[in-house]
């Protein structure tokens, strides 16, 4: 069987343990020395813009701060949830704190029923 | 291959680093909840569109931008990313800014290069209207040579 990775009991893993992509995202070539700006492939996320039907168009500073949004919410739904592990004395993020913390925070209220 | 919203993930590598700089050290994340993060991460960003598409269509206009997007965040309750947006937004600009006067620099040195090989013909004599008039005489030379 294949090896686990520290602290992922699946066998099944799509990365290697350190968390680097097997194989690296398309990147949009604006990603160079502005990388400290925003992580998040800009072209991934200005393919989720134009799925919208009712988008047109949308200009290179609205995605990129989309992609800056992005991560600015990754980074606060994961505090949040990690304070409902906290509470459970757990060091490992599960699922259901996430759930939790759609649950208790407001802001998080449009994301219920679309993570099933 | 009909491509579905919900298809659209964003790299899990970036979603998982993202994550783990947020938490204090030795916190780990199952893989169902990072998927789950990953998740809402493109349903948030849907949403943002959507709500910043709106603003657009108020204004009138067809293109989305950045005002549209930090009216949006308002919108949705998350105030909070109004402030480092802002910033965000400036840094981006300033770069941007610096990207295109780079390219410009590059331009004008090549100019430059082409002016100082012209120049280097012209060593012995210091005076620039002389430069000027050996550069009109170069042509003339090469017709003398055809005749």
């Known amino acids: 069987m294949a090896a686990a990775a520290a602290g992922n009991g699946t066998p099944r893993e799509e990365e290697g343990p350190s968390g680097e992509a097997a194989a690296p995202p398309p990147q949009a070539p604006t990603s160079v020395p502005g990388a400290r700006l925003s992580r998040l492939p800009l072209a991934r996320v200005k393919a989720l813009v134009k799925a919208d039907p009712d988008v047109t168009l949308a200009g290179q500073e609205a995605i990129f701060i989309l992609a800056r949004a992005a991560e600015l919410f990754v980074e606060t739904i994961a505090k949040d949830a990690y304070c409902c592990a906290q509470q459970g004395k757990r060091k490992t993020l599960q699922r259901r704190d996430l759930d939790n913390a759609i649950e208790a925070v407001d802001e998080f209220a449009f994301l219920e029923g679309t993570l099933d | ?147």
């Open chain 2, 1 to 147: 291959m009909a491509e579905r919203p919900e298809d659209l993930n964003l790299p899990n590598a970036v979603i998982t680093r993202i994550i783990k700089e947020a938490l204090p050290d030795g916190v780990n994340i199952s893989k169902e909840a990072r998927s789950a993060i990953s998740r809402a991460a493109s349903v948030f960003v849907l949403y943002a569109t959507s709500c910043a598409n709106n603003f657009a269509m108020k204004g009138k206009r067809k293109t989305l931008n950045a005002s549209d997007v930090l009216s949006a965040m308002e919108e949705m309750e998350f105030q909070r990313f109004v402030t480092p947006l802002k910033e965000a937004l400036e840094a981006y600009r300033r770069e941007q800014k610096g990207k295109k006067e780079a390219s410009e620099q590059k331009k004008k040195d090549k100019d430059k290069k082409t002016d100082s090989e012209e120049q280097d013909k012209s060593r012995d004599e210091d005076n620039d209207e002389d430069e000027d008039r050996l550069e009109e005489e170069e042509p003339n030379e090469e017709e003398e040579v055809d005749n």
